[in-house]
């Protein structure tokens, strides 16, 4: 990365995840410049902070990056005026559209494809553990070989997100497939799609998806319209990697961000196991303790590889799908809605090619009439 210092812009800064890159920035010494018209909280340091009241002058600003950490509808109109400038780079959050609004996935594709601006704008979407230098390393490991498969990934990613006394649980979330598992599968897509060349060409490989789900019991049901998975324990198998994994906001689930990478290195076994929950980080790779920071900051992670991106491959960041761009976005997406189908139909589905991942349509307006209601007597 290089020495001069970074300008980041953050579009959403008083919330849980505009707050933590508000600290990353700092920690990195990077200027900052906010805006948010949320009433500021009375425990930000403001000495070193540009702070804009005006939504105009802070989309114009000369910044190196934007992080829109904003609800949906705000985060949609910011993402459209800046798409049009030229030579903008953009933080966005995911997932990359509503559960029940997949058509905006094909709008915002459509808008950068049609984007005049020059240098065209850089879009990459917020996964934290593909930017994680844990799994920079975890990708350097497996270069060593010269013949390397990789045949089965398993994944835990849960927290206690039903604690009453968590004032964070009560800001509403969408089924957990879309908002927690997205994770994980740009995780799997990130590593697989090092290793092929392309996420692509593990899914052309075919895909296979056997899922269960159970509801979320939040501290605000009034808050939802209609139930939402909390739960989800899935068996995938891309190409010939097989994948089971755990997902979990239910009541007494651990904190965890685990990861166990098993495979096949110039004819001789390897075992990954990697940790990415902040406190507790960790990798181990055939039995031995590769010494990363427990404490290690993720959002400072995503920054500084931002940032050597921009500086090193900035041509790729929105041609190759081993980034975390628009369309490897969309096929996280799609995965999301897959998985989230065969939960809600209870049963394998089968996708041959990624064409066919792209064109699945989920059903979920046409479900959604089928769905429970929370204080309608069907929780269990």
Known sequence: MSHLQRHLAIAGAWGYIGRKFLDAARALEWRVSVFDPAPQPSDVRLQDVECLKDEETFLALEADLFHLALHPEARERALHRLLARDGVAILNEKPMAAPQRPQD???????????????????????????????????????????????EIGIQRSKDREARDNPRNTKRM????????????????????????????ILDQGIQVHAWADHYDPPNPADYETMVDGKTTYDIRLGSTRMHGWTDFKAGAPSTKRRVI????????????????????????DGVDQQVNPAGSSYEGVLRTYADWLDETPEQLMTSTRFPNA??????????????????????????????????????????????????????
């Open 174 to 201: 969408v089924h957990i497939q879309y908002q927690e598992t997205v994770h994980c599968f740009a995780f799997v897509l990130r590593l697989l799609g090092h290793l092929h060349g392309c996420p692509e060409a």
């Open 105 to 151: 996935c094909s709008r915002l594709l459509q808008q950068l494809g049609q984007s005049h601006a020059s240098p065209p704008p850089i879009l990459l979407f917020d996964f934290p553990e593909v930017f994680d230098p844990v799994t920079t390393r975890i990708l350097h490991f497996l270069d060593g070989f010269d013949q390397v498969r990789v045949d």
């Open 262 to 285: 098993r495979g096949q290195g110039d004819g001789s076994g390897w075992e990954i196991e990697v940790e990415f929950l902040e406190g507790a980080k960790r990798l181990v790779i």
């Open 327 to 380: 369309p490897f976005a969309h096929l996280t997406y799609q995965l999301s809605s897959l998985l989230w189908r065969s939960s809600f139909e209870g049963r394998e589905l089968i996708i041959s090619t990624t064409q066919d991942l792209l064109a699945f349509d989920v059903g979920f307006d046409d479900a959604q009439p089928s769905f429970g209601r929370y204080g309608a007597g069907e929780m269990t």
